[in-house]
Structures are given as structure tokens and as C-alpha cells.
């Protein structure tokens, strides 16, 4: 006859626990290895998965104020290229005007120039009109100041209204008595674009440094996270194989124990 025997039952249901514990570890450190993270459930630390939660949240606006600044970027880029362009227009209206007030040009002479100067008029309303971002006309006074969320505050890219200062080109005439030709018009005109050109440039630099800082900023976050999260293979590996040893020693201590305690039943009903 074989009797199962119950003779140290806590004994052997610690075993059973720390087989159970050690188990456990290898499965946590098999995860770690697989995931390349230490911290896959707030069962792994409550605190530091929190923490890296919102350090992730942090580091996605982070990136989104990124892009938004980047868009901006080249709104105020299109903006100034389209600037530039249009001082060179104005240029050619200069310098054709200081050529119409030399007494030794006939009237058709300047009739010619004029001529040139409304064509140099209608390609600076063509910039201004197709100088747009995302359909929003960025100089012709049209869309106003425009805001820019940079992830952590706000940035602002102020309206240029290019439409307004070249009023009154449309009537400057150079075909006339040259004596009565002036290029004060003219410089006012540069005057505004420069100032226009001068804030857009500011802003520009404005948003080019704030997405260093962006950038800095969401690198040392993720930096942080990774301390946070991330696993130490060597670590790692070391545990699961300390824990797959300690869990075979188990496994040959309980069997052990059980094989005593069976051999130690059969003996006294053997007797």
C-alpha cells in the first residue's frame, strides 16, 4: 500500500511559493529582454511608469509645437522670398524713373518706361497674391496676425500687408515732364518693405530658436524616459538565469522532499 503523506505541509507550500516568486521573475525578465523595457505595467513600478507617461506627453508636444514652428518657418520664408522679390520689382521702377527725369529722353522715350514700370506694378500684385500658405495670403493684409503654438507658448507671426504699401504705385507716373518726376513715393515704399522684411526676419530667428529649444528640450525628456523605462539587458539576463537556477534548485528540493516523505510512508506500513 502507497499513502500520500501531509507531514510538513508548510514546508512544502513555501516551496511551491518561491518556486512560484522565482517564475514569476524569469517571466518579468523574459518581458524586459523582449520589450527592451523594464517598466511594462504599473505592476513593475506604479510611480516611474506614471512619471514616464507624462514625460511622454510632455515630449509629443514637444514635437507637434515642432512642426508647427517648422510650418511657420516657411510661411515666413515664402513671406520674405516674395518681399525680396518685390523690392527688386521696385528697384526696376527706380531706376526707370531716374532714367526718365535725364532732359535728353523724348516723351516716347518715357513713354516706354512708364510702359515697363506697369509691368513691373502688375508682377508685384501677382507676388503679393500668390504669396500664400495653406490658401492664406501672407501679404495682402488679408489674414492678419498669425499664431503659432510652439508646444509650450505661443509664437506670432504678424501680418505684412505688402497690398497696402505699394498703394499708389498704380498711379506713379514717370511719362511726363521730367521735372516733375519724383522718387520720394519710391522711398517710402522701401521704407515699409524693409520694416516689413526686418520683423519677418526677427520672427524667423524667433521660431528657428525656439524649435533648438523644442528640440533640446523633448531630447533630454526622452533621455529621462529611457532612464526611467528602458531595461538593462546585462541586468536582465543575469536575473532570469539566477532565477531559472534558483527554480531548478527548488525543483529538486521539493522533489527530494517528497520522494523522503513517501519513502519514510511505506516504510511504516511496510513494518
Same mark, same amino acid.
Given at each position: 500500500?502507497?499513502?500520500?503523506?501531509?507531514?510538513?505541509?508548510?514546508?512544502?507550500?513555501?516551496?511551491?511559493?518561491?518556486?512560484?516568486?522565482?517564475?514569476?521573475?524569469?517571466?518579468?525578465?523574459?518581458?524586459?529582454?523582449?520589450?527592451?523595457?523594464?517598466?511594462?505595467?504599473?505592476?513593475?513600478?506604479?510611480? #516611474?511608469? +506614471?512619471? !514616464?507617461?507624462?514625460?511622454?506627453? *510632455?515630449?509629443?508636444?514637444?514635437?507637434?509645437?515642432?512642426? =508647427? @514652428? $517648422?510650418?511657420?518657418?516657411?510661411?515666413?520664408?515664402?513671406?520674405?522670398?516674395?518681399?525680396?522679390?518685390?523690392?527688386?520689382?521696385?528697384?526696376?521702377?527706380?531706376?526707370?524713373?531716374?532714367?526718365?527725369?535725364?532732359?535728353?529722353?523724348?516723351?516716347?522715350?518715357?513713354?516706354?518706361?512708364?510702359?515697363?514700370?506697369?509691368?513691373?506694378?502688375?508682377?508685384?500684385?501677382?507676388?503679393?497674391?500668390?504669396?500664400?500658405?495653406?490658401?492664406?495670403?501672407?501679404?495682402?493684409?488679408?489674414?492678419?496676425?498669425?499664431?503659432?503654438?510652439?508646444?509650450?507658448?505661443?509664437?506670432?507671426?504678424?501680418? #505684412?500687408? +505688402?497690398? !497696402?504699401?505699394?498703394?499708389?504705385? *498704380?498711379?506713379?507716373?514717370?511719362?511726363?515732364?521730367?521735372? =516733375? @518726376? $519724383?522718387?520720394?513715393?519710391?522711398?517710402?515704399?522701401?521704407?515699409?518693405?524693409?520694416?516689413?522684411?526686418?520683423?519677418?526676419?526677427?520672427?524667423?530667428?524667433?521660431?528657428?530658436?525656439?524649435?533648438?529649444?523644442?528640440?533640446?528640450?523633448?531630447?533630454?525628456?526622452?533621455?529621462?524616459?529611457?532612464?526611467?523605462?528602458?531595461?538593462?539587458?546585462?541586468?536582465?539576463?543575469?536575473?532570469?538565469?539566477?532565477?531559472?537556477?534558483?527554480?531548478?534548485?527548488?525543483?529538486?528540493?521539493?522533489?527530494?522532499?517528497?520522494?523522503?516523505?513517501?519513502?519514510?510512508?511505506?516504510?511504516?506500513?511496510?513494518?
Amino acid at each position: 500500500m502507497r499513502i500520500q503523506s501531509n507531514v510538513n505541509t508548510s514546508q512544502y507550500q513555501n516551496s511551491v511559493n518561491h518556486m512560484k516568486a522565482t517564475e514569476e521573475q524569469q517571466k518579468k525578465s523574459a518581458k524586459e529582454l523582449s520589450t527592451g523595457k523594464k517598466v511594462n505595467g504599473a505592476a513593475d513600478d506604479a510611480v #516611474a511608469l +506614471a512619471i !514616464s507617461k507624462q514625460i511622454e506627453k *510632455e515630449v509629443n508636444s514637444l514635437n507637434q509645437g515642432s512642426k =508647427n @514652428i $517648422s510650418y511657420g518657418i516657411d510661411a515666413t520664408n515664402i513671406a520674405d522670398g516674395a518681399l525680396s522679390n518685390i523690392s527688386d520689382s521696385l528697384g526696376d521702377i527706380e531706376q526707370n524713373a531716374v532714367r526718365a527725369m535725364n532732359g535728353l529722353y523724348s516723351d516716347s522715350d518715357r513713354a516706354i518706361l512708364q510702359e515697363a514700370n506697369k509691368q513691373s506694378v502688375a508682377t508685384i500684385n501677382q507676388t503679393i497674391n500668390q504669396a500664400q500658405y495653406n490658401e492664406k495670403n501672407l501679404l495682402d493684409g488679408s489674414t492678419g496676425d498669425i499664431n503659432i503654438y510652439t508646444g509650450t507658448a505661443s509664437a506670432t507671426i504678424t501680418e #505684412a500687408d +505688402a497690398k !497696402s504699401a505699394m498703394a499708389g504705385l *498704380e498711379n506713379f507716373d514717370i511719362s511726363g515732364n521730367p521735372d =516733375n @518726376i $519724383s522718387t520720394d513715393a519710391l522711398d517710402s515704399t522701401y521704407s515699409k518693405l524693409s520694416s516689413m522684411r526686418s520683423q519677418i526676419g526677427a520672427e524667423t530667428n524667433g521660431l528657428s530658436a525656439a524649435y533648438s529649444v523644442n528640440n533640446n528640450t523633448a531630447e533630454n525628456l526622452t533621455a529621462a524616459q529611457s532612464r526611467k523605462e528602458d531595461a538593462d539587458f546585462a541586468d536582465s539576463v543575469t536575473r532570469m538565469k539566477n532565477s531559472r537556477i534558483i527554480n531548478q534548485a527548488q525543483n529538486m528540493a521539493l522533489k527530494k522532499q517528497m520522494d523522503s516523505e513517501q519513502s519514510l510512508v511505506n516504510k511504516m506500513f511496510e513494518a
